[in-house]
């Protein structure tokens, strides 16, 4: 396969300057309602903040791949005396929770750096980050042609419907639905 | 569909057990907006005047406000109206932090709580589902470990909790409501939550919170956004480093305490210390503080850093903000570390900041004065700190003496008598004040101590500077680029301010002048009470982001209600003079508005009588601060005019 030239975007968490205020959660909902910015509900958000105070544990975490299975990772990680499990620092929208998933329709949710045309300058959620615990870092990589198509929201979903109750069921009911 | 609000609030009558969601009056939010607007409608409405603060009939309401968990920054205040046990007025409170957000993603505006509870229950509100639960297993525990526990056994670490500690349990006058690195302090809400029962509210929501006009809507948070950062990068030079910035003075982020130290009181709100800050001080100071403090942390969708959270070797982890760190050292004679530490047992307790320090001095100063005797105080310690901490749990058990102190520094001079009454002489209508002691009369601030609603200055000044700067040079540079102000003219009073001479305090700003600005003030306050938006991003630091130049287009473009600035500040004094018509109806008269009795030595009874008199007039108030007949129908509160004339006030006095 042909390597091609391609810009990566990427986000640097520098987690020990989060104060937890949710703002990148807020706007995050909000640049993904539909119509735009009409609505805010962090638990839509692509973005999610592991906050506990007490523990001083401030974790922003994004939206990634959905899995239609959990996975055995149930260990701890201990960073500078603060304990944490292992999921996270997960980004998948994965069975075991409920993170990263349409509260209403539990459908998965993932972050696609405010893809938009024309490009943002960065995703909504770095350009909100007053405190600067999220960089926007864009970097050029050699990487393998991609021969497949990146799967929108639509896809996404509805892949997770076809594993959770099969495809034939999915069909009968988008056809169900469809007649007049 | 309702936008920028919910549209429903949550009933729940403890004594029944019953829970309902109501659907409320869109009319009201044109004008009241919300928060402490529709808070005041519903305690005119529904709380009578002979109503006390520890009566099944007393409500208990949490709000938030109307533009609370929107897009909009720093937008997160809860609100909490009731009766005071302390003042017996309509207590006035709030909270920043987490919880009045999370109430607008669960699907409620507010949480209206009526009657009692025979056990200690809490409130678990999840979306759609509403519980009142059994709290037997925690009673005593405190406030942040009450959070905590709840969370644990309801398995979600992202429920937001507002809890009392043993304080509220107890029928402390001044216990708060905590909620986390925020707490409802003030008027003693927490004792009437203990009163009904109620350990705490817990609350998850994620559902939608719905604006009218989004694009719209969106543009002005950035701008908000980029005025913030700009504001942060241009502090205003010249003033005292804590109120150079945005948000609440900055406590926790900053070490240098010259100001608070030297300018306000020690003790029972006695001793100036004029000379206490040197080096050596503020090197043993900011050592302490930085090795307690964690993090910087915020509220809820603001980029401020007020808080912090503030672990103590060998204590537990607990969470601050603004000034606590300083009133029980100082009225302690006490440093930092002891501030740190004792704060750590109060949040937990849940006692207001201000209150407990005071009610404790005054105690001291008691036995010192042979009113009370070492009888009185059986196992005392002997060092300051030791008898703090000692008296901070006496009042929390209300036990012995510390009975009496937990009614605060008013009612237990007037339970213990014997002369105690003279001890109690820094409280504005029975409640404590900051302790601040000054020489010359300030006519702004004489105003706001007589006449403010809130019983607290720091819920009514701000915008405009405490100070003239000491040249007019300087004066001239800060008014230009002063885009907030509501009328060009406040520019010229700020010029013309001379920290000496003619131009000077008590004569200058002019009676009229002073009137005007603090109508601006608390304006300001009353509408941001409304909108659930911090002080500390609006009327109380110097040069805010919101105004009312904009808060117009904030309002109408969330909620699709068509708003001017006249209509915002009409709907301010509309709340202001609902608030004091609540007060007027339980009985407050011109002669409950007075400042703290000794706040300044130098006094000019003739120009506060023209003050007081002017600022009536301009308030639409007759001369004993009854709001008239006519400015209540102009205000569209006829309805309090009637009960007025019904109940012979007018003709009475």
């Given at each position: 396969?042909?390597k091609?030239?391609?810009?990566?975007?990427?986000?640097?968490?520098d987690?020990?300057?989060?104060?937890?205020?949710k703002?990148?959660?807020?706007v995050?909902?909000?640049?993904?309602?539909?119509?735009?910015?009409?609505?805010?509900?962090?638990?839509?958000?692509?973005i999610?903040?592991?906050?506990?105070?007490?523990?001083?544990?401030?974790?922003?975490?994004?939206?990634?791949e959905y899995?239609?299975?959990?996975?055995?990772?149930?260990?701890?990680y201990?960073?500078d005396?603060?304990?944490?499990?292992?999921?996270?620092?997960?980004?998948?929208?994965?069975?075991s929770?409920?993170?990263?998933?349409?509260?209403?329709?539990?459908?998965?949710?993932?972050?696609?750096?405010?893809?938009?045309?024309p490009?943002?300058?960065?995703?909504?959620?770095?350009?909100?980050?007053?405190?600067?615990?999220?960089?926007?870092?864009?970097?050029?990589?050699?990487?393998?042609?991609?021969?497949?198509?990146?799967?929108?929201?639509?896809?996404?979903?509805?892949?997770?419907?076809?594993?959770?109750?099969?495809?034939?069921?999915?069909?009968?009911?988008?056809?169900?639905?469809?007649?007049? | 569909?309702?936008?920028?609000?919910i549209?429903?609030d949550?009933?729940?009558?403890?004594?029944?057990?019953?829970?309902?969601?109501?659907?409320t009056?869109?009319?009201?939010?044109?004008?009241?907006?919300?928060?402490?607007?529709?808070?005041?409608?519903?305690?005119?409405?529904?709380?009578?005047?002979?109503?006390?603060?520890?009566?099944?009939?007393?409500?208990?309401?949490f709000?938030?406000?109307?533009?609370?968990?929107?897009?909009?920054?720093?937008?997160?205040?809860?609100?909490?109206?009731?009766?005071?046990?302390?003042?017996?007025?309509?207590?006035?409170?709030?909270?920043?932090?987490?919880?009045a957000?999370?109430?607008?993603?669960?699907?409620?505006?507010?949480?209206?709580?009526?009657?009692?509870?025979?056990?200690?229950?809490?409130?678990?509100?999840?979306?759609?589902?509403?519980?009142?639960?059994?709290?037997?297993?925690?009673?005593?525990?405190?406030?942040?470990?009450?959070?905590?526990?709840?969370?644990?056994e309801?398995?979600?670490?992202d429920?937001?909790?507002?809890?009392?500690?043993?304080?509220?349990?107890?029928?402390?006058?001044?216990?708060?409501?905590?909620?986390?690195?925020s707490?409802?302090?003030?008027?003693?809400?927490?004792?009437?939550?203990?009163?009904?029962?109620?350990?705490?509210?817990?609350?998850?929501?994620?559902?939608?919170?719905?604006?009218?006009d989004?694009?719209?809507?969106?543009?002005?948070?950035?701008?908000?956004?980029?005025?913030?950062?700009?504001?942060?990068?241009?502090?205003?030079k010249?003033?005292?480093?804590?109120?150079?910035?945005?948000?609440s003075?900055?406590?926790?982020?900053?070490?240098?305490?010259?100001?608070?130290?030297?300018?306000?009181?020690w003790?029972?709100?006695?001793?100036?210390?004029?000379?206490?800050?040197?080096?050596?001080?503020?090197?043993?100071?900011r050592?302490?503080?930085?090795?307690?403090r964690?993090?910087?942390?915020s509220?809820?969708?603001?980029p401020?850093?007020?808080?912090?959270?503030?672990?103590?070797?060998?204590l537990?982890?607990?969470?601050?903000?603004?000034?606590?760190?300083?009133?029980?050292?100082?009225a302690?004679?006490s440093?930092l570390?002891f501030?740190?530490?004792?704060?750590?047992?109060?949040?937990?307790?849940?006692?207001?900041?201000?209150?407990?320090?005071?009610?404790?001095a005054?105690?001291?100063?008691?036995?010192?004065?042979?009113?009370?005797?070492?009888?009185?105080?059986p196992?005392?310690?002997?060092?300051?700190?030791?008898?703090f901490?000692?008296?901070?749990?006496?009042?929390?058990?209300?036990?012995?003496?510390?009975?009496?102190?937990?009614?605060g520094?008013?009612?237990?001079?007037?339970?213990?008598?014997?002369g105690?009454?003279?001890?109690?002489?820094?409280?504005?209508k029975?409640?404590?004040?900051?302790?601040?002691?000054?020489g010359?009369?300030?006519?702004?601030?004489?105003?706001?101590y007589?006449?403010?609603?809130?019983i607290?200055?720091?819920?009514?000044?701000?915008?405009?500077?405490?100070?003239?700067?000491?040249?007019?040079?300087?004066?001239e540079?800060?008014?230009?680029?002063?885009i907030?102000?509501?009328?060009?003219k406040?520019?010229?009073?700020?010029?013309?301010?001379?920290?000496?001479?003619?131009?000077?305090?008590?004569?200058?700003?002019?009676?009229?002048?002073?009137?005007?600005?603090?109508?601006?003030?608390?304006?300001?306050?009353?509408?941001?009470?409304?909108?659930?938006?911090?002080?500390?991003?609006?009327?109380?630091?110097?040069?805010?982001p919101?105004?009312?130049?904009?808060?117009?287009?904030?309002?109408?473009?969330?909620?699709?209600i068509?708003m001017?600035?006249d209509?915002?500040?009409?709907?301010?004094?509309?709340?202001?003079?609902?608030?004091?018509?609540?007060?007027?109806?339980?009985?407050?008269?011109?002669?409950?508005?007075?400042?703290?009795?000794?706040?300044?030595?130098?006094?000019?009874?003739?120009?506060?009588?023209?003050?007081?008199?002017?600022?009536?007039k301009?308030?639409?108030?007759?001369?004993?601060?009854?709001?008239?007949?006519?400015?209540?129908?102009?205000?569209?509160?006829?309805?309090?005019?009637?009960?007025f004339?019904?109940?012979?006030i007018?003709?009475?006095?």
């Amino acid at each position: 396969m042909a390597k091609v030239k391609k810009i990566v975007k990427s986000i640097t968490i520098d987690a020990d300057k989060c104060n937890g205020c949710k703002a990148c959660e807020v706007v995050c909902s909000s640049w993904h309602a539909n119509p735009r910015y009409s609505s805010n509900n962090p638990a839509r958000s692509r973005i999610r903040i592991v906050r506990l105070p007490l523990r001083d544990i401030y974790l922003p975490v994004y939206a990634g791949e959905y899995t239609e299975a959990e996975c055995t990772g149930r260990d701890k990680y201990i960073i500078d005396g603060k304990e944490y499990n292992e999921c996270d620092f997960c980004r998948a929208s994965c069975p075991s929770r409920d993170l990263f998933k349409e509260p209403d329709s539990g459908l998965p949710l993932k972050c696609d750096m405010c893809e938009e045309t024309p490009a943002l300058d960065k995703p909504k959620c770095v350009e909100w980050c007053l405190a600067e615990a999220l960089i926007y870092v864009e970097r050029e990589e050699e990487v393998e042609e991609e021969d497949q198509v990146k799967l929108g929201d639509i896809e996404i979903g509805l892949g997770s419907m076809i594993d959770k109750y099969g495809l034939q069921q999915v069909l009968d009911t988008v056809a169900r639905m469809v007649k007049p | 569909m309702r936008y920028g609000e919910i549209g429903f609030d949550l009933e729940v009558d403890l004594s029944r057990g019953s829970i309902d969601r109501v659907e409320t009056d869109p009319r009201d939010t044109k004008l009241y907006l919300g928060g402490l607007g529709t808070n005041a409608k519903i305690m005119w409405d529904r709380v009578p005047p002979e109503t006390e603060a520890f009566s099944e009939d007393n409500l208990l309401i949490f709000s938030s406000g109307l533009l609370c968990g929107t897009g909009a920054p720093g937008c997160n205040r809860t609100i909490v109206s009731t009766v005071s046990p302390q003042t017996k007025l309509v207590a006035y409170s709030m909270m920043g932090g987490f919880w009045a957000p999370e109430l607008k993603y669960a699907g409620y505006d507010k949480v209206i709580i009526r009657g009692k509870s025979d056990e200690l229950v809490y409130l678990w509100i999840n979306n759609d589902k509403v519980e009142i639960r059994d709290a037997s297993h925690l009673r005593g525990m405190g406030a942040t470990e009450t959070s905590e526990a709840i969370r644990k056994e309801l398995e979600d670490p992202d429920i937001q909790v507002a809890a009392i500690g043993l304080a509220g349990e107890n029928r402390v006058f001044y216990a708060s409501v905590e909620q986390g690195r925020s707490s409802a302090s003030r008027g003693g809400i927490g004792a009437v939550m203990g009163d009904k029962g109620l350990k705490a509210i817990a609350v998850r929501g994620t559902k939608d919170i719905n604006v009218a006009d989004p694009a719209k809507y969106m543009e002005l948070c950035n701008d908000v956004l980029k005025y913030i950062k700009w504001r942060e990068d241009h502090p205003i030079k010249g003033m005292p480093p804590i109120l150079q910035g945005l948000g609440s003075p900055q406590e926790m982020a900053i070490a240098d305490e010259q100001w608070h130290t030297t300018s306000f009181m020690w003790g029972n709100s006695r001793t100036r210390r004029k000379d206490f800050w040197t080096h050596q001080i503020e090197e043993k100071w900011r050592e302490t503080q930085e090795n307690v403090r964690t993090r910087l942390i915020s509220c809820h969708n603001c980029p401020m850093k007020c808080g912090a959270t503030i672990s103590v070797p060998g204590l537990p982890t607990y969470m601050m903000k603004c000034y606590s760190k300083l009133t029980y050292t100082m009225a302690a004679f006490s440093d930092l570390d002891f501030g740190f530490r004792i704060a750590q047992k109060a949040t937990e307790y849940g006692v207001d900041g201000f209150s407990a320090p005071q009610s404790m001095a005054f105690g001291l100063e008691l036995l010192e004065a042979g009113i009370l005797t070492k009888d009185d105080f059986p196992g005392m310690p002997d060092d300051s700190e030791g008898r703090f901490f000692y008296l901070l749990d006496k009042i929390v058990r209300r036990e012995g003496v510390g009975d009496y102190l937990a009614d605060g520094t008013y009612w237990a001079a007037r339970r213990i008598g014997k002369g105690a009454e003279k001890f109690d002489h820094n409280t504005i209508k029975k409640h404590e004040q900051l302790p601040l002691k000054l020489g010359m009369l300030n006519p702004v601030y004489y105003l706001m101590y007589s006449t403010g609603e809130k019983i607290n200055i720091t819920q009514i000044e701000g915008q405009f500077p405490q100070e003239p700067f000491p040249t007019r040079e300087a004066r001239e540079e800060f008014v230009k680029d002063w885009i907030q102000v509501p009328d060009e003219k406040f520019k010229k009073y700020y010029v013309d301010w001379e920290p000496r001479g003619e131009m000077s305090n008590p004569y200058y700003p002019t009676v009229e002048a002073s009137c005007d600005i603090v109508d601006w003030m608390e304006k300001m306050h009353y509408i941001d009470d409304a909108l659930g938006m911090c002080a500390g991003l609006s009327s109380f630091p110097l040069k805010p982001p919101y105004h009312i130049h904009n808060y117009p287009d904030f309002i109408t473009a969330a909620t699709g209600i068509k708003m001017n600035k006249d209509d915002v500040w009409q709907s301010a004094t509309r709340t202001r003079t609902l608030m004091r018509a609540l007060n007027v109806r339980r009985g407050m008269r011109r002669s409950d508005d007075k400042p703290p009795e000794d706040h300044w030595k130098k006094r000019f009874p003739d120009l506060e009588k023209q003050l007081l008199d002017q600022y009536y007039k301009l308030k639409g108030f007759n001369d004993q601060g009854i709001p008239t007949k006519e400015s209540l129908q102009e205000l569209g509160l006829g309805y309090v005019a009637e009960e007025f004339e019904q109940k012979g006030i007018y003709v009475n006095g």
